[in-house]
Nanobody
Framework: VQLVESGGGLVQPGGSLRLSCAAS????????MSWYRQAPGKERELVAA????????NYADSVKGRFTISRDNAKNTVYLQMNSLKPEDTAVYYC?????????????WGKGTLVTVSS
């Protein structure tokens, strides 16, 4: 199983970035795909999650209206479009795949990509 994030970097406040997470080794379409982030000195937090077809994605209040999560099941890839970036969005962004199997959950994590919002 592999989750490989890309697209991070340095951007000025108000700018945009698009993160990608390429998945392999599992049935991508069956998993909830999410983006988490962890800022220095803070706990990891959920940013956005996309579920199976027909279920609306959910977002952290801090990114609603600015970030958009999407998935391409044919490419086994999940994206995070980030607009109107703020310095407080600076963090390592992680891709997560989650599925419930019977009475327990199983998830996988990528290694993360760093997003720095600074002038």
């Amino acid at each position: 199983v592999q989750l490989v994030e890309s697209g991070g970097g340095l951007v000025q406040p108000g700018g945009s970035l698009r993160l990608s997470c390429a998945a392999s080794g599992f049935t991508f379409s069956s998993y909830v795909m999410s983006w988490y982030r962890q800022a220095p000195g803070k706990e990891r937090e959920l940013v956005a999650a996309t579920h199976k077809a027909g279920v609306s994605p959910n977002y952290a209040d801090s990114v609603k209206g600015r970030f958009t999560i999407s998935r391409d099941n044919a490419k086994n890839t999940v994206y995070l479009q980030m607009n109107s970036l703020k310095p407080e969005d600076t963090a390592v962004y992680y891709c997560n795949a989650y599925i419930v199997l019977g009475d327990h959950g199983m998830d996988y994590w990528g290694k993360g990509t760093l997003v720095t919002v600074s002038s």
